[in-house]
């Protein structure tokens, strides 16, 4: 009976929450969000905030067009995957204190997953055939190339700075650092954290292939380059991962740095019987949580986009290596002394 | 159980002479080579209960020659877990290569000669990690080297392919001369040439002369690694040869010199525990891992730009094994073995490339997925696992290198572990690039006109290449297994110098010299990492998504309008053609392409026609090349292709080891 | 239900790609100014595309000159079903004050089945968000006819008929064949420049 339980439960969170559903629909509001807050930027309205939901559906009703260069298999395949791996990533990140499937991946492990979706994108590119896919997937594999390393070292001194407390010296799991955040009060408070705040708050726009860094998308230059080729819904799936992408950026971030709210929450609720203390909490959760996605989707998405030009592939790759890479090693250094 | 390790060693070399004799015969040639590569296989999986699992050493003394008076006279065959451990990568990958060659090469002349020399050098490599004796181990070295050079230089009218064999005679003698003179001086101080006296006798007497017969071996095993600043040969050597012999080279002949360096720094030396000595290996490690991944970036020839990412995985291995923690060493061995597997796989989808195309210019390739499908999924699932995709084996040995090097950089608190660990990371990343170069300009991409009748390759071929594939996958997604029952009694080997020598020379001996085994015995590491869950929420996940999208009419639309679609590309002719003046002359191929009736199915190219155009080949990173483009102007500088440049690098660095030898210990 | 959600947002998200067809620039100038801050037509889902797979409606501008008519089928050829195809401006109607110029080969609805005009030289941006909304609906309407029969359009295209049009660009109402339905749009537009 405990197994059909669990089981159960167990799809619940690959379909529902924290998985699918949500993806979907936190994702896609996300992105929709972020048109909006660009065009109110740029004094226009904008679209509706539900545009992202027209766009997806519109698609799924659009013809698929597989061009007759192309490997169908992989064409049609890579989006399927990589949307299923953007979003079995997502599972892995804690909402505070919540996590669904602890023991499976670390931070590390996470840095990779990010790989997969990327990687399908390109695979999928690849074998469209299409001179543009190949200018896109190779703007995006420098794109990735760029945004690895500041990446690992904002990991890595998010890990020491755990570690340290914790008095392991280390620590990986993503669980773990969200827990340490909610007896401890959030990384982001900490002195030697604000320059990986700041680099990792230039690698979400990055990660996601966001205005000034989607060289590898410029549709004013290279015909969208990686999705120049796909139609219909395979595009739309595409468009869905970039979406929850979004979502899983946005969300790793609160979870590295932002992990004291839940702490905050629970202490509130203090009073409450544990049952109801412990649903109502994961709603507040929650509910904090999309609000911050929305903050930090304002903040590093819209206001980058509303403000600035594309750069160029080659400008970017030293952007990231040199300011965004300095940044995210001084927070390393400070954390290994200990500050 | 005793005579298994010679019987497998003499298997191979049996092997070699018989078909130099009976070798005329296809069929007879064939069985042999198979035997020859099955029979020491069998041989060693047979050891590996008692000696992985259970912990026991062989002691096998040729001739029943066992020692007397605590000096050991005869010549010893010594199998502990570690050089078992060497010996079943060895074994797989050269049965494997053996399958592999059935096909391959069986449009080559010389073939008899060719599994002659092929069985050598496994022989060689082999009796190299199985064997209990410096000078045997030379003699190896020696065996390996020369057939190694030879069949570098087997397809000699491929251009570069003596040049390549003679830059590797020269380098690799002055490898092999380096470990000579090291056994020499050993020999003159020790008055033995026995692994376990040896390791009994060397810690408690450096002096100059062993410090320097240190230097010299370290050397001599780094130039059969490829290690910095011997990698240009490899590059070389593996442009020129057969893919089966690239597999020995890259998978099998480099974990010798690999197994030599971790035998003489952990075992015969016992050095390890100094810092000092952990910084060289974790420097030239991560120098070699870097370099070499930055050489392949710049690669256009699909097999040089394996080699250089053969040298760079070593350099993985050299650093983790650096580390002189037990998660160190075990994560070393397990990317060691990894990269025997996916660097053969990618070794013989480089030889279908070129079985099949007769090329593997990667400017030249492309679009071959259409025509070699089985060859495109087996080249991705080594391409995924040498980048560390999860869940694919490089992944689960990378991420546990990354590990025990901060893990490391804690415990030492040394920040310089920790920027290894990153630049492990980086150079992943870089790995990767490189392979989506590979995959775009070879498999993907446009297919050109002179590849449109190309093959999928033979069965043998595909088989072996199958079989790796299967390896790489079982390998990653059980890494508690590797763990347990390969790696980790390896690992532990290692750290057991004293087990080793009371195996050899009788319980007690090790005491007498008073060494005492430092044993970290900790394997645990902080991360966590589950395939097994990982795959099960992606299979429910891709279901999932799989069931909408066909519940959605993900291309059925496509279907129902490929017949419908008024704008044929013969209506756009007729259109087109009666209003214009002067009609063209002969219309037909005005708009012809030969894939589709359709323009809708085209590429877009702006509208113009489909023309051939690929995307690939040496340039298509320009964006990360751009910025360092003065490094890799030097670099270019540097690599002049010159064996006397080469030759010199090898006596600086020689120089340098003696010189940072005599320094720190 | 489904098909009710895809039909309801093929009106709502329509991305544009732009097809220059030898235009003297001041119709593909009026397209994106409709883009900016004081027309915004992004607030009804418009998007410009990079690429024609993406597209929902083909705008076309110019007047298609012979150079440049193969590439402009090929390129409307490669938007996926449903498509709608708007002209815009006089020249790709009438020639304007191109036609019977020896390298013009319009109008373009000869060659396709064009389904919207938006006349004007250039249209005022007014007329443009009147005829991209007008495109919109087509568009939903022609998903809802592929969700009943896909096959509904097997029947040979009507051979397109050659209209004699007025030189002049006033607000022309093309003639264009009556099957699938052309809507006219009346821009407030004073002929005067030629």
């Avoid at chain 1, 949580?289 to 903040?299: D, S, T």
């Avoid at chain 2, 100059?208 to 010299?216: C, G």
């Avoid at chain 2, 923690?325 to 070393?332: D, E, H, I, K």
């Amino acid at each position: 009976m405990t197994i059909v339980l669990d089981s159960l439960r167990y799809l619940a969170y690959i379909l529902i929450f924290p998985g699918f559903l949500f993806c979907f629909l936190t994702g896609m509001l996300l992105c929709g969000i972020d048109r909006k807050l660009v065009a109110r930027m740029q004094k226009r309205i904008g679209p509706p905030v539900l545009q992202p939901f027209y766009d997806f559906f519109k698609l799924l009703g659009k013809e698929t067009i597989v061009p007759a260069a192309a490997n169908r298999v992989v064409f049609l395949a890579a989006p399927l995957v990589g949307l299923a791996a953007q979003v079995v990533l997502q599972l892995f990140i804690p909402v505070f204190s919540f996590s669904a499937f602890r023991g499976v991946a670390d931070v590390i492990v996470v840095l990779y997953l990010l790989l997969i979706p990327a990687l399908s994108v390109i695979l999928g590119a690849a074998s469209s055939g299409s001179p543009y896919a190949g200018v896109g997937l190779s703007r995006e594999m420098v794109t990735i190339l760029a945004v690895e390393l500041p990446l690992v070292l904002v990991l890595l001194a998010v890990a020491k700075t755990v570690g340290n407390a914790m008095g392991t010296g280390l620590c990986f799991s993503l669980s773990q650092i969200a827990e340490y955040q909610a007896a401890n009060g959030s990384l982001i408070t900490r002195l030697s954290m604000l320059p990986a705040v700041a680099a990792m708050l230039l690698i979400i726009p990055g990660e996601t292939g966001n205005h000034p860094f989607d060289a590898a998308e410029a549709e004013t230059e290279i015909c969208e380059g990686m999705l120049a080729e796909y139609s219909g819904a395979p595009l739309a799936v595409y468009k869905l991962s970039h979406a929850v992408k979004l979502l899983t950026m946005t969300s790793l971030f609160v979870a590295l740095f932002l992990g004291g709210i839940g702490g905050a929450v629970e202490h509130l609720l203090v009073g409450l019987a544990p049952a109801i203390a412990g649903g109502l909490a994961i709603v507040i959760e929650i509910i904090i949580l999309f609000l911050l996605c929305i903050v930090l989707v304002a903040l590093c998405c819209s206001l980058v986009h509303a403000v600035t030009a594309r750069l160029r592939i080659e400008q970017l790759f030293k952007y990231y290596w040199t300011v965004v890479a300095g940044l995210a090693l001084i927070s390393v250094v400070l954390a290994w002394y200990g500050l | 159980m005793t005579h298994y390790p010679i019987l497998a060693i003499m298997a191979y070399f049996l092997g070699a002479f018989l078909i130099v004799i009976f070798g005329r015969n296809r069929a007879v040639r064939n069985t042999l080579g198979f035997l020859g590569t099955a029979v020491p296989l069998c041989l060693l999986i047979m050891l590996a209960k008692p000696i992985l699992a259970n912990g026991e050493i062989i002691a096998y003394w040729m001739g029943n020659r066992v020692p007397a008076g605590g000096y050991a006279i005869g010549i010893a065959l010594e199998v502990d877990a570690f050089g078992l451990f060497f010996g079943l990568l060895i074994a797989t990958a050269v049965f494997v290569a053996m399958i592999y060659s059935f096909s391959y090469m069986s449009h080559d002349d010389n073939e008899p000669q060719y599994y002659t020399l092929f069985l050598m050098l496994c022989g060689g490599v082999m009796g190299l990690v199985l064997s209990g004796d410096l000078f045997n181990m030379f003699i190896m070295v020696e065996i390996l080297t020369f057939a190694a050079v030879a069949l570098t230089a087997f397809r000699n009218t491929v251009f570069g392919a003596l040049e390549a064999a003679f830059k590797y005679l020269v380098v690799g003698c002055i490898g092999s001369t380096c470990i000579l003179a090291g056994t020499i001086m050993l020999y003159a101080q020790a008055h033995t040439l026995n692994f376990a006296q040896l390791a009994a006798f060397l810690p408690g007497n450096l002096n100059i002369a062993t410090i320097i017969a240190y230097a010299l071996l370290f050397i001599g095993f780094c130039t059969k690694a490829f290690l910095v600043p011997f990698h240009p040969l490899a590059a070389d050597a593996h442009g020129a040869a057969p893919a089966p012999v690239s597999v020995l080279i890259s998978g099998v002949l480099t974990k010798s010199g690999l197994y030599g360096i971790i035998r003489l720094t952990y075992i015969l030396f016992r050095t390890m525990n100094l810092g000092t000595v952990q910084f060289w290996l974790v420097f030239l490690g991560s120098v070699s891992m870097f370099l070499c991944v930055t050489m392949a970036l710049a690669q256009h020839d699909f097999k040089r730009l394996l080699a250089f990412h053969s040298i760079s995985q070593i350099g993985y291995v050299l650093t983790a094994a650096g580390l002189a923690t037990a998660l160190g060493v075990s994560s070393g061995l397990y990317h060691a073995m990894n990269h025997t597997l996916f660097k053969g796989l990618l070794f013989l989808c480089a030889g279908a490339v070129l079985h099949e195309t007769g090329t593997t210019d990667l400017d030249r390739l492309g679009g071959l997925s259409k025509k070699m499908p089985v060859t495109t999924v087996l080249f991705l699932v080594g391409a995924f696992s040498i980048s560390g995709i999860p869940p694919f084996n490089g992944f689960a040995s990378k991420w546990l290198i990354y590990q025990a090097t901060y893990q490391k950089a804690v415990e030492s608190g040394n920040i310089g572990f920790m920027l290894v660990t990153v630049c492990c990371l980086v150079t992943s990343t870089l790995t990767l690039a490189s392979f989506v170069k590979v995959t775009q300009s070879v498999f993907f991409g446009q297919l050109p006109k002179e590849y449109e009748h190309v093959k999928e390759v033979p069965f043998g071929m595909r088989l072996g290449m199958g079989i790796l594939a299967a390896l790489c996958i079982l390998t990653g997604i059980f890494p508690g297994f590797v763990q347990n029952w390969l790696t980790g009694p390896a690992a532990r080997a290692v750290f057991q110098a004293n087990g080793y020598i009371d195996a050899m020379m009788g319980a007690g001996y090790a005491d007498k010299f008073g060494l005492a085994d430092t044993l970290p015995v900790s394997f645990t590491s902080v991360g966590v990492w589950s395939p097994i869950s990982w795959l099960c929420l992606l299979a429910i996940m891709l279901l999932a998504v799989a069931i909408v999208a066909i519940t959605s009419k993900y291309d059925a639309v496509s279907k129902a309008a490929k017949q419908t679609d008024p704008l044929t590309l013969e209506a756009l002719e007729s259109a087109t053609a009666a209003y214009l003046p002067t009609a063209p002359a002969n219309p037909a191929p005005r708009y012809a392409t030969g894939h589709a009736a359709s323009g809708k199915y085209e590429l877009f190219f702006g509208g113009e026609e489909s023309v051939f155009s690929q995307v690939g080949g040496d340039d298509l990173f320009w964006g990360f090349k751009h910025n360092w483009r003065h490094y890799f102007k030097f670099m270019h500088e540097l690599h002049s292709g010159i064996v006397n440049d080469y030759s010199l690098w090898a006596v600086v660095a020689l120089a340098l080891a003696m010189l940072y030898a005599m320094i720190i210990l | 239900m489904f098909k009710n959600l895809i039909t309801e947002s093929m009106s709502k998200s329509p991305w544009l790609f732009h097809i220059n067809a030898g235009s003297c620039n001041g119709c593909d100038i009026e397209l994106v100014a409709v883009l900016t801050p004081r027309y915004d037509a992004e607030r009804l889902g418009f998007k410009l595309t990079g690429t024609p797979r993406h597209a929902d409606v083909v705008v076309v501008t110019g007047p298609v000159t012979k150079q440049v008519l193969p590439r402009v089928l090929r390129a409307i050829s490669q938007v996926p079903e449903p498509r709608v195809i708007v002209t815009m401006g006089s020249c790709p109607q009438s020639g304007n004050v191109f036609r019977g110029s020896y390298s013009v080969a319009g109008p373009l609805s000869k060659y396709v089945d064009v389904d919207v005009d938006i006349a004007g030289c250039a249209p005022k941006p007014e007329a443009i968000i009147d005829g991209l909304a007008l495109a919109m609906k087509i568009l939903s309407e022609k998903r809802a006819a592929m969700n009943g029969k896909v096959e509904a359009k097997a029947a040979p295209a009507e051979e397109p008929k050659e209209v004699q049009a007025e030189p002049a660009a006033e607000a022309v109402e093309e003639a264009a064949p009556a099957d699938p339905p052309v809507e006219e749009v009346a821009a407030a537009q004073e002929g005067g420049e030629q």
